[in-house]
């Protein structure tokens, strides 16, 4: 994506801060700030240096840019928020800043980079303290503490607001999580009159997500596929056939454990089931016979299975971050 590339820069030609390594995609501000860097995606060079002077000097914080208004903001964008968060996650394991136990985040569409970018920083071995997601829901699972803020008055994004129960959701794809509500809308947060209130609710959700010890935890678990096939019925369930090892078998034993399937198309974005199942324990070494939902439309699908502890999040984040299986659905 050269063009978004090219754009992403000319964006951020202008913004405060210093410049951190070669890429010209990272900036510092607070940079002699003794707690561990905040690494932030922003929609907008405003909000960069409104969040650093509310949170103070002695918080470095790492500002980086959302796609908004570089790609037009539809199905496609999952799969760019991903290649954008691997710029990001390149520059910064080569800037030579002192990452450890660095927070993660992102406003609106800062998120949907700030997700895919976290799990790649843990991905690389780095021990990434805490994720922060401001009027972003996650699709893919995170194996660390997550923070979540939402606004007051953001009917849209605000789940209290629309009467959903996300609690089960955020158990199953988290290892922990905690919530904040602050003042005001949607589009609104980094205005002078609610920037001091929103900045403190992302300085209690650091103080408690960063409190917390980063497991990022790799149970040694690898889900065996048998016989996937390469093309399916789309809109249709789906039997995956899974090999019973006893690591996983172990595991089932003693905890409860899903599968989380994530699918993902390039043009399509990305969908998910409201139900998934479960992994049952057995005794035997008959397949796991496991129905996902295959979506819709048609077209060449990738997908990521992820199994988690229902109130711990994901086991064994290296291998089934990596493992993707790629179907034709017709």
């Not at 000319?10 to 003794?34: C, K």
């Not at 009027?135 to 995170?142: K, R, V």
């Not at 990022?216 to 039997?239: K, N, R």
């Not at 399937?261 to 016979?289: C, D």
């Amino acid at each position: 994506m050269p063009r978004a590339l090219k754009l992403l820069k000319h964006l951020m030609s202008d913004w405060e801060g210093a410049l951190v390594g070669e890429s010209r995609l990272l900036r510092i501000l607070n940079p002699a700030g003794r707690k561990p860097p905040l690494i932030w995606c922003y929609n907008s060079a405003p909000e960069f240096p409104a969040m650093a002077q509310e949170l103070g000097p002695d918080q470095p914080v790492i500002g980086i840019r959302s796609l908004h208004l570089v790609t037009p903001n539809g199905p496609k964008r999952f799969a760019e928020d991903e290649w954008a968060a691997g710029l990001y996650a390149e520059a910064l394991l080569a800037s030579g800043l002192a990452l450890e136990g660095c927070a993660v985040g992102g406003n609106c569409q800062g998120g949907g980079v700030a997700a895919p970018l976290a799990a790649r920083l843990v991905q690389s071995g780095l021990r990434v303290g805490m994720l922060v997601l401001m009027e972003t829901q996650s699709a893919a699972p995170y194996p660390g503490h997550v923070g979540l803020l939402y606004g007051a008055e953001s009917e849209m994004f605000n789940p209290y607001l629309r009467g959903e129960r996300l609690e089960p959701t955020w158990d199953r794809l988290f290892e922990s999580w905690s919530v904040e509500i602050v003042p005001g809308a949607h589009g609104t947060y980094f205005t002078p009159e609610n920037r001091a209130t929103t900045c403190a609710g992302i300085a209690r959700l650091l103080r408690d997500g960063l409190a917390r010890p980063a497991r990022h935890t790799t149970a040694g678990i690898a889900l065996e596929l048998i016989g996937l096939p390469q093309s399916a019925a789309a809109g249709q369930p789906l039997e995956v056939l899974i090999r019973p090892t006893a690591a996983l078998q172990g595991a089932a034993r003693a905890q409860d454990l899903v599968l989380h399937p994530l699918w993902v198309n390039a043009a399509a974005g990305f969908r998910v089931q409201a139900e998934v199942p479960r992994l049952p324990a057995s005794a035997t070494a008959e397949p796991l016979r496991i129905v996902v939902d295959a979506p819709e439309p048609a077209g060449e699908w990738e997908l990521r299975l992820f199994p988690c502890r229902e109130k711990f999040g994901p086991v064994d984040w290296t291998y089934h971050n990596e493992k993707r299986y790629h179907l034709a659905l017709v």
